[in-house]
């Protein structure tokens, strides 16, 4: 089994920051990439950014310059720096890991965190 657990979220005025982590446990043999997604109230969940193992990233286009997404692979963790948050920003983050569990197969599988919740408000 592999878990994902996220933390860091909270209430934050406008303007201000949060440091989102996400550490993966459990049975894994090695992790490709790993991922934020926002899921905002009455909205699908949305790609926030995507970093691969070599440390490539991508962001949404709504978040370029604003966050920054990067990974410690000796922990299995990644984290989502955000900067210059706006209202818009309030939603729960979900990380996303694209694991291979030690399970005997070649198999990669998307592994889910349950969520941290982020609010943006004055």
């Known amino acids: 089994q592999v878990q994902l657990v996220e933390s860091g979220g909270g209430l934050v005025q406008p303007g201000g920051s949060l440091r989102l982590s996400c550490a993966a446990s459990?049975?894994?043999?090695?992790?490709?990439?790993m991922a934020w997604f926002r899921q905002a109230p009455g909205k699908e969940r949305e790609l926030v950014a995507h970093i691969t193992s070599g440390g490539s990233t991508n962001y949404a286009d709504s978040v370029k310059g604003r966050f920054t997404i990067s990974r410690d692979n000796a922990k299995n963790t990644v984290y989502l720096q955000m900067n210059s948050l706006k209202p818009e920003d309030t939603a729960v983050y979900y990380c996303?890991?694209?694991?291979?569990?030690?399970?005997?197969?070649?198999?990669?599988?998307?592994?889910w965190g349950k969520g941290t919740l982020v609010t943006v408000s004055s």
């Open positions: 996303n890991a694209d694991t291979k569990p030690i399970d005997g197969t070649y198999n990669y599988y998307d592994y």
């Open positions: 459990g049975s894994i043999f090695s992790i490709n990439a």
